[in-house]
């Protein structure tokens, strides 16, 4: 199982940006789609970006026109670019497959993003 783990988290204002970024252990980007999935308190983890193999992108309603994410096979890594944050985003981070398959990768961590009013 390849190992996933993200970076890039923190606190931030309303109307703020930033850049999340997810590491694996193995090559698995090149063969999978892969997303950003995040779980704010009390709520079901719920995938927020996606990005297939061929590059192709597809956003959950939430976050399109905000959020941007990219891929760099090469470096084994998938990226996040998060702008004008709401409070609404803050949440726990996570990347993975898409689906996931446990079979593949392992969940990571996560990383914090907190945005304040």
């Known amino acids: 199982q390849v190992q996933l783990v993200e970076s890039g988290g923190g606190l931030v204002q309303d109307g703020g940006s930033l850049r999340l970024s997810c590491v694996a252990s193995?090559?698995?980007?090149?063969?999978?789609?892969m997303g950003w999935y995040r779980r704010a308190p009390g709520k079901q983890r719920e995938l927020v970006a996606r990005i297939s193999s061929g590059g192709s992108t597809n956003y959950a309603d939430s976050v399109k026109g905000r959020f941007a994410i990219s891929r760099d096979n090469a470096k084994n890594t998938v990226s996040l670019q998060m702008n004008t944050l709401k409070t609404e985003d803050t949440a726990v981070y996570y990347c993975?497959?898409?689906?996931?398959?446990?079979?593949?990768?392992?969940w990571g961590q996560g990383t914090q993003v907190t945005v304040s009013s």
């Open positions: 993975n497959t898409v689906p996931e398959d446990s079979e593949v990768a392992t």
């Open positions: 193995g090559s698995i980007f090149s063969t999978n789609a």
